[in-house]
């Protein structure tokens, strides 16, 4: 090896390490300290106690475990399916040329900058039974509207409904997803007679496919840790009924009410597993839609 | 050359902090004390902490030898988790105020020290204090935090609503047959005659279709504000935890106080109280449902009296002990009394000298200044006449005469509190909206619950074997 190779390797490492130390530090000590606490009995104020596998068999064993799990399930489904259509079709409606697009894209990006504590609040104030504004709105309609986040029955689908707010961000994205596609394409398509939804269908879909992919991925993981609405607009407790008891919220009254941070480490490793399986799975099955051709 | 110059200017550094302190004085001793309260409670707990550290320095004064304790008190939201974390992370305060509910769990993860063997030495006199506030610190057979404001909770009425139905606005009921006789007499519904018009009319009007009637004001309400739904067992003689290993959730008397509960849901509808308390604002606000005249009865704590001066100040509204079940006396006076306690975290650097603060603080002219700035009663047994003159709560004596009752209840200590409190806030939910009868939601919590405690038993068992 050179000396100036050896140099180059040496600078190489120094500007990669502090990522480096970050990623050891942040992420993979957490990690693994967090895998051996899920095998432990820990309280966080005494040494932990090693006990094998009975966190995780208590786990399946724990209604609270399962039905978090399906709350999540649900929100996350609900979300990324919600989200998806929402800023997709935000984005086909801000990518056309009109006057004045620069705003209308500011406007429709501008909720998602919203820190999610502050627009849990608004939401808590717009879903109010009795005097909140789409309880009124629906009220004019002749529709005596549902108590929300009070009734167990909605307050899931209400929280998923917000999901809506934060549609900017992935909008933004798909945004520059269309604005990647070839104009030509469109012009052979129209040439041979493609309408707007045959252009939607076989033409912007399949072109902006990867980005599809990337926003799913990451809704899917942002998805599964939902937390803070639940934690602000129904508390910890996860009510009316349990309804919105999410995942991650279980963890935390496990870990950091309970002080039973071996079991909440194992929930986080479970929680870790499935996302992890599911972005496989979704990275698996992009093969076959996923067009990076170009 | 780096180096050179970072010693350079530590040296400087330390010749300009030790030219600051003159030789032959010593240095303060200081002790730092995590608080939770904010606004005029912290500053009732700001006045006394001024009032120790003068007489710590003013101790100085007189005795050149003597190093005075200088107490930096530093206010903490959320104190009873981030004390915990500091704990954990071996950097704890020397002092911290925290609740008293919480004891049991810390003390079994060895959070807290033992402040037996300093009270042992300092002649700690347990007479003077209520016995059961003092009960609130100890846990297991040892002593792990001091109580310095008690609570208690009384059933608060608003006179004016009394007179306006007819009711004796100084004969608060006292058995819980008449609160739902008052309750029914004191709600009243805006209904929508067939022609169109409106007009008022009183009690639960169970004949007029829920379209044609809207409530505007409530008698009571079990879940206004339904900060004890937990405790409504123990109103009906019930309890939570029978001895240290048993959970007595569907004990006969809870399943009376809850099936008491859900006849509330029954006569007015879950959804008409939903949509009826939605329409109240933050506790601390003048929309409160008690502040807003738009809940005639509610049972509260002593602290409701400075929400009153401050929300609702021509409020009229007399406080009474919480009503009994009729033929059972022996119940009347039942309350809840928790405290604010001070505890000593493990690991704390100075538990010596945080003991001293702790000790001042269960003095009587300290604990009084403190207790009535927060506009609370003592924990001790005696009371001087200044304080009882000085008090603005008109019905201050009747709290603390709830305080010291002998059906006085505190919640259970065990390790599981939070995880218990959960599942029974969740039945109360369920048994509120109807959606399981009582006996079906106390007996998941009973399974659930000594399933729970019995995990909790062989955790500490491994614990203490380790």
């Known amino acids: ?294 | 050359m780096t180096g050179r110059l970072v010693l350079t200017l530590a040296l400087a550094l330390h010749c300009l902090s030790g030219c600051a302190t003159p030789k032959n004085e010593h240095a303060a001793r200081h002790i730092s004390y995590w608080e939770k309260w904010t606004g005029f409670e912290g500053e009732a707990m700001d006045a006394v902490v001024d009032d120790f550290n003068e007489k710590e320095r003013a101790h100085a004064k007189l005795d050149p030898n003597y190093a005075p304790i200088e107490v930096e008190k530093v206010t903490i939201s959320n104190v009873e988790q981030k004390l915990l974390i500091a704990i954990a992370g071996g950097n704890p305060p020397d002092l911290a105020g925290n609740y008293s509910f919480y004891v049991p769990a810390y003390a079994d993860g060895g959070a807290l020290t033992d402040l037996g063997p300093m009270l042992e030495n300092s002649g700690f006199d347990r007479s003077a204090y209520i016995a059961h506030y003092l009960e609130l610190g100890e846990y297991r057979g040892k002593t792990w935090a001091l109580p310095i404001v008690p609570a208690s909770i009384a059933l608060l009425t608003n006179k004016r609503l009394f007179k306006e139905a007819g009711l004796d606005p100084d004969k608060p009921p006292t058995t819980i047959e008449e609160l739902d006789e008052y309750a029914a007499k004191l709600t009243q519904w805006e209904v929508t005659l067939p022609n169109g018009e409106k007009k008022i009319e009183t009690g639960y009007l169970p004949d007029v279709p829920p379209s044609q009637k809207r409530l505007i004001q409530a008698g009571f309400l079990p879940s206004e504000p339904g900060w004890w739904s937990y405790g409504w067992g123990y109103f009906f003689g019930g309890s939570l935890l029978d001895g240290p290993n048993q959970i007595s959730a569907e004990s006969p008397a809870n399943l009376r106080a809850y099936d008491w509960v859900a006849s509330y849901s029954k006569h007015l509808g879950i959804g008409v109280i939903k949509r009826f308390r939605s329409g109240f604002g933050n506790f601390a606000s003048p929309q409160n449902g008690f502040l807003s005249g738009k809940v005639a009865m509610v049972l509260q704590g002593v602290w409701m009296h400075n929400f009153i001066e401050k929300y609702a100040p021509g409020l009229q509204w007399a406080a009474a002990p919480f009503p009994y079940p009729k033929g059972q006396p022996e119940l009347a006076f039942t309350t809840e009394a928790d405290a604010d306690v001070l505890v000593i975290p493990k690991g704390s650097p100075h538990p010596q000298e945080a003991f001293e603060f702790l000790k001042y603080l269960s003095t009587q002219p300290a604990l009084e200044k403190l207790c009535l700035g927060q506009q609370k009663f003592t924990p001790l047994k005696a009371v001087s006449e200044d304080f009882w003159r000085a008090h603005p709560n008109p019905y201050i004596r009747l709290f603390r005469e709830l305080g010291m009752s002998k059906n006085a209840f505190a919640i259970p200590q065990t390790g599981i509190w939070n995880e218990y409190n959960r599942e029974l806030g969740n039945a109360v939910d369920l048994i509120q909206n109807q959606t399981q009868t009582p006996e079906v939601a106390l007996s998941n919590v009973q399974t659930k619950m000594q399933t729970a405690l019995d995990r909790n038993h062989r955790i500490l068992a491994r614990r203490d074997a380790q």
């Open chain 1, 1 to 294: 090896m050179s000396s100036i190779d050896r140099i180059n390797r040496r600078n190489g490492l120094l500007f990669c390490l502090p990522w480096l130390i970050g990623l050891s530090v942040f992420l993979l000590y957490p990690l693994l300290a967090a895998f051996y606490y899920s095998l432990c009995d820990y309280s966080v104020l005494l040494p932990p106690v090693f006990i094998g596998l009975d966190n995780y068999a208590d786990l399946l064993k724990d209604p609270l475990f399962w039905q978090s799990l399906w709350n999540t399930t649900y929100y996350a489904i609900g979300s990324v399916a919600l989200g998806l259509v929402v800023s997709l079709s935000l984005a086909l409606l801000l990518n056309s040329k009109v006057k004045g697009i620069g705003l209308y894209r500011t406007i429709f990006f501008l909720p998602s900058l919203m820190p999610v504590i502050a627009s849990s609040i608004l939401w808590l104030w717009m879903y109010n039974g009795q005097s909140g504004i789409i309880n009124t709105g629906l009220h004019h309609l002749g529709i005596n509207g549902p108590a929300w986040l009070a009734d167990p029955a909605w307050a899931k689908t209400a929280i998923v409904l917000m999901a809506v707010w934060g549609a900017g961000n992935a909008m933004v994205i798909y945004l520059a997803g269309l604005q990647d596609v070839p104009t030509h394409l469109y012009e052979a398509a129209i040439i041979d007679g493609a309408g707007f939804w045959s252009r939607l269908i076989h033409v912007t879909l399949p072109m902006i496919s990867p980005v599809i992919y990337f926003n799913v991925v990451l809704s899917i993981i942002g998805g599964f840790q939902a937390f803070t609405q639940a934690f602000i607009m129904t508390g910890s407790t996860g009510a009316p009924e349990r309804s919105t008891l999410f995942y991650v919220l279980n963890l935390y009254n496990v870990g950091f009410q309970d002080l039973r941070m071996g079991y909440a480490s194992a929930m986080a490793w479970v929680l870790f597993m499935v996302i992890l399986v599911l972005t496989f799975a979704a990275t698996r099955l992009s093969r076959r839609w996923v067009n990076y051709d170009r």
